[in-house]
């Protein structure tokens, strides 16, 4: 495997692949790598003849500055595990590589910034999207894959593809999960033992609105999924939500299009999130 740290370096291997005819596929990340982001990995081997992951701890869309100061960064690591998938090229970047000062990116973002996600975190999907368009420019794949755990960035991506008409197809993939159905997040490894144990309420709660989706309405399936999280102080549910799949508007009524179950909680310090395509 390669590993680039300048736009340069990268442009120049990428132009060299592309006149051979050859596709790319984008693998964006913060790193801390995981089983999700190798599944990624393996997608896009299907998909691309050549595979570049990216690792770089985007600044710009952190909303909570002890989140940024405590993601974890075990590069050697995570290089051992791109290596090992079979990754082509790894971009790590250092910050001054992606961003000069007092930079302006006026993308707007749109109705998806002001639900969920958008709501709570004010400015972390503009930041996304100035480091994924930043990401798209440098590698400029044919295809990028994105997973579904991020739900509503993959949703803010897409538009963005659509708006600034990028020629850049898009895949979104399945959730990984551990053994009991915690998702598989970079932050896990944040949590003590008690906090790790709790983590699992989070599947729970969406598989219950899942089992339960076409016995209950939409409003005992919320507040009954809210109640898993009431009785430990160790969770702060910031919200449990079943959205229309595009809109992520609160559904107010089954749609036969389908709809997603929502998740976002605190578990101790550290902010999971989760969601669920109820069929
Ligand atoms: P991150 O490093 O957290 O920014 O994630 C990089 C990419 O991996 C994003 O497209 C995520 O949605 C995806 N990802 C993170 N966790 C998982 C998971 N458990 N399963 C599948 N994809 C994931």
Known sequence: MKIL?????????????????????????????????????????????ITVASIFVNP?????????????????EDIRKLESAGCDILFNPEVEEMYKDHEVWDYEVGDLDTKLEGE????????????VYKLFKAVNPDIAFFGQKDYQQFLVISKMV??????????????VREPDGLAMSSRNVRLNKEERDISVVLYKALEYIKQHYTELSLQELQQNAARFFEKNPLLNLEYVKICDKESLDLLQEKSPNGAIALVACFVGKVRLIDNMIIP
């Open 5 to 49: 740290n300048t736009k340069v370096e990268l442009v120049r291997e990428i132009n060299q692949l592309k006149s051979k005819g050859l596709s790319i596929g984008l693998v964006p990340t913060m790193g801390a790598l995981h089983q999700g982001h190798l599944s990624l990995i393996g997608e896009s081997k299907k998909r691309a003849n």
């Open 60 to 76: 710009t869309q952190f909303d909570n500055q002890e989140d940024l100061v405590n993601y974890p960064k075990p590069i050697e």
């Open 120 to 131: 709570l975190r004010p400015g972390h999907y503009k930041g996304v999207t100035q480091i």
């Open 162 to 175: 659509k708006d600034l008409a990028l020629h850049i197809k898009l895949q979104l993939c399945d959730i």
